[in-house]
């Protein structure tokens, strides 16, 4: 196995104690999640952030400027569908809207195990419709989202094609299938996520869904013919490594735009742990460039 980056091994050592998903109850690993916020940077400031809703779902507005109608970022937080929150990804969602000059709408999807497949697709697909009743310029959206909610963002742009400007996805879930791939044999154990971690997370989510159903697996679509352009992060070291580079191919043979970046010796989550892990500050800084330059 390739040898993490010291930073990345530093956060693996720290998370090491932890008990495992499946010893503990959702509410327990929800919180757990919660209690890492300090490891997840400084909160940048920004000109406006409040709450409200888009297409009836609850979202946080992040405005780097409070006047004019703004492109739109719509951001869909990661967790494995199970926890996570705004509050989670918050540091994310300030320093895109602070990086690219765009508004960034985060999500706050319903979660599983209480409300499962396709809940959460179907609140962020309401949401990202609903942009123009936030002010701001529904000609100029993108979609963005990490692990879960890059797997989320990448059926959207599947479903909106024509509809948006950009797909940003950052080591998203494009693939049910738990340990399909020789990444999860390299990376599924000792890397931070590991391969119990997402049959646990895929078992509370998927309800009685069909694993291949495309809008639970993004790659077993079968046309992604005309989905928007597509930025995308996986980190060296994660067991979701080769379905995000089989989903790049795959979007690269429809005749979409990609740009792909690979962090060497990076895990899964890495961009959320800003507060400990450089690459996460580079990355966000890359990412919303790119998306600036796409919304422009």
């Known amino acids: 196995m390739t040898r993490l980056h010291p930073q990345a091994q530093a956060f693996v050592d720290l998370t090491a104690e932890q008990p495992s998903l ?8 929800r919180e757990g999640y919660r209690a890492a916020i300090p490891l997840f940077g400084e909160q940048t400031p920004l000109a406006d952030v409040r709450e409200t809703t888009a297409g009836g779902v609850p979202v946080r507005v992040y405005r780097p400027d409070a006047d004019g109608v703004l492109p739109a970022i719509v951001h869909l937080h990661g967790g494995g569908w199970v926890v996570g929150d705004l509050d989670t990804h918050d540091t994310i969602s300030r320093d895109l809207a602070a990086g690219s000059g765009c508004a960034v709408v985060a999500v706050d999807y319903r979660l599983a195990p209480e ?7 179907e609140d962020s697909l309401a949401a990202v419709r609903a942009v123009g009743e936030l002010g ?3 000609d100029r959206v993108a979609v963005f989202g990490e692990s879960a909610g890059g797997g989320l963002a990448a059926v959207i742009a599947r479903e909106l094609r024509g509809a948006l400007r950009h797909q940003a996805l950052v080591y998203p879930v494009c693939d049910a299938h738990v340990g399909a791939t020789e990444s999860y044999s390299r990376y599924g154990d000792g890397c931070f996520l590991t391969t119990a971690d997402m049959h646990w997370f895929v078992n509370h989510y998927r309800g009685g869904a069909d694993l291949a159903d495309p809008r639970l697996s993004a790659l077993a679509a079968e046309d992604l013919t005309g989905a928007a352009p597509a930025t995308i992060v996986l980190p060296e070291c994660d067991p979701l490594r080769d379905e995000g580079f089989a989903y790049a191919q795959r979007l690269r043979e429809a005749g979409v735009e990609v740009e792909l970046r ?11 742990v800003a507060g400990m892990i450089d690459d996460a500050r580079e990355a966000r800084e890359w ?10």
């Open 22 to 29: 499946d010893e503990c109850t959702v509410e327990e690993n």
């Open 115 to 121: 409300h499962p497949f396709p809940a959460a697709l």
């Open 136 to 138: 701001l310029d529904p």
């Open 262 to 272: 690979e962090y060497p010796g990076q895990i899964h989550g890495f961009m959320q």
């Open 287 to 296: 990412l919303a460039q790119r998306l600036r330059a796409a919304l422009s």
